[in-house]
């Protein structure tokens, strides 16, 4: 396939003129305008719409989209801390507390409550240390924030109650599945599970969720074709697809992105093998010039030849695994639509050049932004940054309202919709402020204080937050340390378990044997702690990661003898 020739020339003069370079000013001077356009849509919501999921900022006043949670609270409640307002995060952590409430009749996508509301309060759980906030005994493996998560969570599982594990795409939160829910939701909607799942199995103890998200990623990795691809929509109970358009875009990118960082923040081989057999199948048959297409997940032919602005994540997910040439072409593809029009439309006709009838929109989405955060920390690239900049002054021009930002109707003539998602505050506004804050602690910060990191769990034994954070696909960022800290401590009541076992059946006590579950976890049950809880210390304790130690990378420990 050929590529426009004006979107050839734009990619080659961005290609081969002289990047323009950010002094440290300079960038501190972006941050503060990122700043600013948060508080004034932040404020916004404050003022109009709470307690409403999201702002109307044409009209100024609220509505509820995804499940009544208010939810750009929540999801804007870690943005809060990476722009370094620790009074702010401890008063909102403190409302959502004592108002958000999961037992409602409300229907509520079983994907969208994942990632915004149990991704969202896991990150703000794991930061609370960071904002200030009084921690609990044995933080992070307990505390009010990691339960409200844990509450959301379970509220999500009888979706997955289906023969073949994959979950409903929606779930009312106090009856559970309707007897009339479809059974046909997308890819990405069953793949999308194992960040958020895993760090709550092994936060609390409890291996539920885990498990749940492992027999949605295996059910759905068996019903890939022949070829290797699979499609766009699938009928969970029949395992047929329904929808048969295979690509990287909507409906099936959370899925891809899933497996990489799941295999990073659990550091878990099966995950990374599944997606390398999907990447040789992607590259094979839907690569061309550059550019991601849509095509038939049996036969390989092009089915759509169009550019979706969510697959505008891939350069970013292509660098965290190496493939850095690859991913610098494509981001360039990309950017030289943004730059033809000041955003991404939702759909753009590669063979046209230009934006699909109906598909001309930009709801001020982050992947583009969050793919540019991603190669600037792999390269030093001040190309960018430049992106960084464009997407400011574009929102700043387009979508700027005195109510907030609006989502971009058409971005033709740049008509407005009444509509500010929660992830421009989660997401967009979070990327911004992170690509021009290249020392940031979300970015591994500097080694050379304490402050870099934290101390946690029974007695103070895990070093936290010395980098390698994953963010969950709204944003959200998840310290794999606690993970490794939380699920070892499990592990080391388990031994002593099996001691005590062994010890009682040598003397010709009968006990019941350990489940396989117990056996992996130590309990089956939650062991985050209840209010007004206290923790007892264990009999036998086994050092986890020694505060002495002067590194910590995704849970693995770098001591002075090492």
Not at 401 to 425: I, W
């Amino acid at each position: 396939m050929r590529v426009p020739v004006s979107v050839a020339v734009l990619v080659w003069l961005l290609n081969n003129a002289a990047s323009r370079q950010f002094t440290e000013q300079e960038m501190a001077g972006v941050r503060q305008r990122i700043n600013g356009m948060f508080y004034h849509a932040y404020n916004s919501y404050l003022d109009n719409a709470f307690p409403y999921d999201e702002l109307r900022p044409l009209t100024c006043d609220g509505q509820d989209t995804w499940g009544s949670f208010s939810l750009t609270l929540i999801d804007a409640l870690d943005t809060l801390l990476v722009l370094g307002n620790h009074t702010e995060f401890q008063r909102v952590a403190s409302i959502l507390q004592d108002t958000i409430d999961f037992d409602i009749d409300v229907n509520a996508s079983v994907f969208e409550t994942n990632i915004r509301v149990v991704g969202g309060l896991l990150s703000a759980h794991l930061l609370a240390g960071r904002a200030g906030m009084e921690l609990e005994p044995g933080w992070p493996c307990s505390g009010p924030l990691l339960r409200m998560a844990e509450e959301a969570a379970r509220k999500l599982l009888p979706a997955f109650d289906t023969p073949t594990g994959m979950p409903y795409g929606t779930v009312n939160l106090l009856h559970g599945v309707s007897p009339t829910e479809t059974p046909v939701t997308c890819t990405a909607g069953v793949g999308t599970f194992i960040l958020e799942f895993a760090t709550l199995s092994r936060l609390t103890g409890d291996p539920v969720f885990e498990n749940k998200a492992r027999q949605a990623l295996r059910a759905l990795w068996k019903t890939r074709s022949d070829i290797g691809l699979v499609g766009n929509h699938i009928d969970i109970l029949s395992k047929k697809w329904v929808a048969q358009d295979a690509g990287i875009g909507a409906g099936v990118d959370s899925y891809f992105e899933y497996l990489v960082k799941g295999a990073i923040m659990l550091q878990d081989e099966e995950l990374l093998s599944m997606f390398q057999d999907y990447n040789r199948a992607i590259q094979n048959y839907t690569r061309f010039d550059d550019w991601y297409l849509w095509v038939q997940m049996h036969k390989g032919t092009v089915s759509m030849p169009v550019f979706q602005s969510l697959e505008a994540f891939w350069p970013g997910l292509q660098s965290l695994l190496g493939n850095l040439d690859a991913a610098v072409r494509t981001f360039q593809n990309y950017y030289s639509v943004w730059r033809q029009f000041g955003g991404l439309p939702e759909f753009y006709s590669i063979p046209q050049g230009y934006t699909v009838d109906k598909r001309e929109g930009y709801p001020l989405r982050p992947e583009l932004i969050e793919s540019a955060m991603y190669l600037f920390k792999a390269t030093g690239d001040h190309t960018y940054l430049q992106l960084g900049l464009d997407a400011v002054e574009s929102i700043e021009k387009i979508a700027k309202t005195p109510c907030g930002y609006a989502s971009v109707k058409d971005l033709r003539d740049h008509q407005l919709d009444n509509r500010m998602e929660s992830f421009f505050l989660a997401e967009t506004i979070k990327y911004l402020y992170l690509l021009f804050d290249p020392s940031h602690f979300l970015h591994g910060g500097s080694l050379d204080t304490e402050s870099s990191w934290e101390v946690g769990g029974e007695d103070g034994e895990c070093v936290l937050g010395a980098g390698g954070f994953i963010f969950n696909t709204e944003a959200h960022p998840l310290d794999p340390a606690a993970l490794y800290c939380c699920s070892r401590h499990a592990q080391d009541r388990q031994e002593l378990r099996n001691i005590l076992l062994n010890l009682s059946e040598s003397a010709g006590g009968k006990t019941k044997p350990p489940t396989p579950e117990d056996r992996q976890w130590g309990l089956s049950e939650s062991i985050a702690l209840k209010p007004g809880e206290k923790k007892t210390p264990p009999l036998l304790s086994c050092p986890v990661q020694p505060y002495s130690a002067r590194l910590s990378i995704l849970g693995q420990v770098f001591s002075d003898n090492t």
